[in-house]
């Protein structure tokens, strides 16, 4: 896997290298702002790039515009973004734009090299990947009006879990219950959201979205 | 309607209006009767039967007015009112002379009154509106024209002047006996003149406000002068009588007419501070459209600058001004019209009025001090906030990041390590991320950016998601555009809020109002929990930046009742 990091302090940088380094993962440049970073992938067409919010000039989004132009001049570079915050509505605008190939990350997360390498492998995969701290205040604060309120508490953990990128078997593995348990679970699940089978879309996705919706 | 409108308006009117009405009929029916029993014209000879000369449609006409601009100075300036009198009835005994019925004696001390004209104009320039007189001319003025009345009461008989046509009996001319009635009436007229030059010198000394006034003085001066010399100059002419008849009653007219006109416009100015008073007093600030004030100013402490009735302060000088001053200074002041003489503004406040700006000053000086102190209070507020987002941002770019390069080296160094060391690089690790939670709960930094991204809403969504209360939210927030300093206000206050009830309310449900209704930033934080709630540093806090912003801030919290704190901003339109 070749990844691009984008980050304005150099020892985060650094220490983001190391670790992918120790994880195999092959760093194929490092930015310090949006217009390098851009450069970086237009150059090295990168799977996965590792883009910090927060970047320079402005210190505010940068990097999130950066991870729109991204997915939408090259759709093959999927994008990990990392933040210091817990800010839900960055993450859930652009995933609504953009559901898939995106993952959003606390910085602190990246600590866990286990973490990492799995949002990685997700988000090169297509999936969309939400931090669970994040996810956990995402249900914790739904309105009583949004569909997310008629949902189960299992309904609930799963789509947490699912919105964290986990797989069937993964959930399964994490409720201590069966894999066809998670399956059926999942189908009451997208029938309360409204989500039809369709052969188009991933429900999974359109699931997670409208957890971050209901925000 | 104050009191202070009333009291105002209990002044007696300058110029008594029923009078001139009744002075403008009584012209016309004495005209019509003038021209109906006598078929003459205005100031001729009228000899035995007619009317006096002074009974004459015109020279009613004009005693009348004399009567009203007299009335209408005399409480303003009783000077000048003294003044018009003498010189009116110096006129009017001249022109009674004709009349058949006086004895010679008496019509000759008639005659000789018109001296005492320069007197009267003297006595009216000179006291006009409260000036000092030049005392020493003044009273030149008054024993040359008493001289020369004098002189001429003696020395003049009409039967030796060939140009006579007013009396027909002999008066005693006891000069004539002695010089002749040419030189008689020359040392009659250099005495006139000597009058009329000391009353020139006492208009000119007296230095009256008003110009108007000093130029009819100076007007009637030269006419009534004029008319004592034709009779000499012209010596045997009979039209000259007539003549210097008609230049006595020109140069009355001309004083009467300015007395009146002064009287109308300080009649009007009158108006206008009344109505002035009455604005300032309903607390209506705003500049006056028409009449002879502008704007009133106030002097604030410390520094005695300029303001509004609202306290806002006011810049550069205006062109025309008049001042109210106490022990400290000028205290009020008024903005005039090009015209408008601050003289006579400044004369013309009533002790009402004066009562009434001096409060306004007070209001005016408490709402600028208090706007002063709003202000430094603000920048105090805008001060920590910027010492407090450079903080964040040093914690964020300094501490934060180097806590996570620490933890993504540990993350590196513990797969590598031997089973002894590992269990501690995991509690590093895990140390190591409480602490960057930690720090992210001190960082409001975030807030900044989604309340400039996406607004107020979004930003009150995520205090009450950080707060981990269940909360009832009710946000009906208009869109209008807020300014920052009372967003970021509003959103301090709901933290700290949500901080107090999570900390002693021993509640996890809280009720959260925020709208934006009629320009007012309300928002109310409720809770049923413990009550008693008091004024901790953090609730101090938002009081002040609320106070700041010129708004309210309210905290009812009864033991056992919960507690509700209320905080009203007014946006700026």
Known sequence: ?215 | MTPYGALSRGERALVPWPAMCAVSCLTAVASIACLISTGLMPSSPVGLTGLPVALTAPALGLLLLLVTAGWSVVEAAPRSAVGLSVAGVAWLAAALAAWPLLTAETRALLLASMPLSFLGFALLVAGWRGKTPHWAWLCATGVLSVLAAAAHAFGYDPFLDPGCSRTCESSPAHLVDAVGARAALGISLVLTAAAAVACVTTIVLSRTASPVICLAGLMAATLTLGAAVLPWWRWGDVTAPALADAFESVGIAVITLATLSEALRAQGIRRDLRTLVERVGDRRNGPNRSGSVKAVHFAVPPDGRWVDGDGKRIAGEPANAAFMADDAGPSVRLSLRRWASSEQVVSSITPAGRLVLENARLRAASASLLASVQASQRRIVEATDGERRRIERDLHDGAQQRLVAVGMHLAVATPRSDDSTRQSLEDARIEVRRALAALRELSHDSLNSVLATEGMAAAVEDVVAASHLRVEKHVALSGHPIAAPIESAGLFALGAALDNVARHADTDLARVTVDDIDHTMFLQVADDGLGGAGFGPSLTDVADRVSALGGAFELVSRPGDGTTMTVRIPCAS
């Open chain 1, 1 to 215: 896997m070749r990844v691009v990091v984008a980050d304005d302090v150099m020892i985060v940088r650094a220490g983001l290298v190391h670790l992918l380094a120790s994880a195999d993962v092959t760093t194929v440049g490092e930015a310090s702002d949006s217009a390098e970073l851009l450069r970086l992938v237009a150059l090295e067409h990168p799977d996965v790039a590792i883009v910090d919010i927060r970047m320079p000039p402005t210190h505010t989004d940068e990097g999130l515009v950066a991870a729109r132009t991204i997915r939408d001049r090259y759709p093959r570079t999927n994008v990990l973004l990392l933040s210091q915050y817990l800010a839900p509505r960055y993450a859930a605008r652009l995933l609504a734009d953009q559901p898939g190939g995106l993952g959003y990350l606390l910085k602190e997360r990246v600590s866990d090299p286990a973490v990492l390498l799995d949002a990685l492998e997700r988000v090169v995969a297509g999936g969309c990947v939400v931090d669970p701290t994040i996810v956990a205040r995402l249900l914790d604060f739904g309105h009583n009006d949004s569909p997310l309120a008629a949902l189960s508490p299992r309904e609930h953990q799963t789509l947490g879990l699912m919105a964290e990128g986990q797989s069937n078997a993964a959930i399964a593995h994490h409720l201590g219950i069966g894999e066809r348990t998670v399956e059926s679970v999942c189908g009451q699940l997208f029938r309360k959201l409204s989500l039809e089978p369709d052969p188009d879309v991933n429900r999974r996705v359109l699931a997670v979205l409208a957890l971050l919706r209901a925000r």
